[in-house]
């Protein structure tokens, strides 16, 4: 009897455990999928009214400027859906160069008040992050924190390392967060154009959950700081 209840015991627990796994691999699963959706979304705001922008540089028969626009919005479609689909990680000086052609498109049309501060050193630019995880930081700096800023406007991008972390960090000198807000701002269901929360979620999937994103609000502004872990490379 003993013989048979530990082997009916023994059973329970091989069936628990290959349950639990199966749980997980689903799991993964789903959450690679949302991985890959997140990575490459696309704001569909930015690109209408982007497209609108051509139409006003048409107008004004500004060609120089047109056709830099347009081969600028081409880089971003061309980032967000075409040559990096199947990507989930690219060089930091890759991001970089987007947010830069995401910004002029941003400063086209809207009379160039918005000004980019990037200091990363030359080291970290072969380093690899999550595609569009800090060009999301930068529009949300863009359509929130600066929309209604009166006089100088600026986003600052940096990055630094320590043993264990690797940072990226962005700030902007916008109007902040009312009080309490912070938690609000990451909530997966609050309405806004980029969500900081899908970030978090991406960071987490790909490098555990002791990595991720702080927001803080300080005197004027927001600063979003993102850990990441380190990415071997095939």
């Given at each position: 009897?003993?013989?048979?209840?530990?082997?009916?015991?023994?059973?329970?627990?091989?069936?628990?455990?290959?349950?639990?796994?199966?749980?997980?691999?689903?799991?993964?699963?789903?959450?690679?999928?949302?991985?890959?959706?997140?990575?490459?979304?696309?704001?569909?705001?930015?690109?209408?009214?982007?497209?609108?922008?051509?139409?006003?540089?048409?107008?004004?028969?500004?060609d120089e400027n047109?056709l830099t626009y347009?081969?600028?919005?081409?880089?971003?479609?061309?980032?967000?859906?075409?040559?990096?689909?199947?990507?989930?990680?690219?060089?930091?000086?890759?991001?970089?160069?987007?947010?830069?052609?995401?910004?002029?498109?941003?400063?086209?049309?809207?009379?160039?008040?918005?000004?980019?501060?990037?200091?990363?050193?030359?080291?970290?630019?072969?380093?690899?992050?999550?595609?569009?995880?800090?060009?999301?930081?930068?529009?949300?700096?863009?359509?929130?924190?600066?929309?209604?800023?009166?006089?100088?406007?600026?986003?600052?991008?940096?990055?630094?390392?320590?043993?264990?972390?690797?940072?990226?960090?962005?700030?902007?000198?916008?109007?902040?967060?009312?009080?309490?807000?912070?938690?609000?701002?990451?909530?997966?269901?609050?309405?806004?154009?980029?969500?900081?929360?899908?970030?978090?979620?991406?960071?987490?999937?790909?490098?555990?959950?002791?990595?991720?994103?702080?927001?803080?609000?300080?005197?004027?502004?927001?600063?979003?700081?993102?850990?990441?872990?380190?990415?071997?490379?095939?």
């Open positions: 009897f003993l013989c048979t209840l530990v082997g009916y015991i023994s059973m329970l627990y091989t069936r628990q455990r290959e349950k639990e796994q199966e749980i997980e691999r689903l799991r993964f699963e789903n959450l690679q999928s949302r991985c890959d959706a997140l990575a490459n979304q696309v704001n569909p705001h930015f690109f209408f009214n982007s497209l609108n922008g051509i139409s006003s540089l048409i107008r004004k028969k500004n047109t347009v081969n600028q919005l081409s880089d971003i479609f061309r980032y967000n859906i075409m040559g990096n689909i199947d990507k989930q990680f690219v060089r930091l000086a890759e991001e970089i160069d987007h947010i830069k052609n995401y910004m002029y498109i941003v400063n086209i049309r809207r009379g160039g008040d918005i000004h980019l501060d990037i200091h990363v050193e030359e080291q970290y630019l072969d380093r690899q992050i999550p595609k569009l995880s800090l060009q999301p930081l930068v529009e949300n700096s863009v359509e929130h924190g600066l929309k209604n800023k009166r006089g100088e406007k600026f986003i600052s991008i940096s990055a630094w390392q320590d043993e264990n972390y690797f940072y990226l960090e962005t700030a902007d000198n916008g109007t902040g967060f009312e009080e309490g807000a912070v938690l609000e701002y990451k909530k997966e269901e609050k309405h806004l154009s980029i969500g900081l929360k899908n970030i978090e979620d991406r960071i987490h999937y790909l490098y555990g959950h002791e990595y991720g994103l702080e927001v803080k609000n300080p005197n004027a502004g927001v600063m979003v700081s993102e850990s990441c872990g380190s990415v071997q490379m095939d």
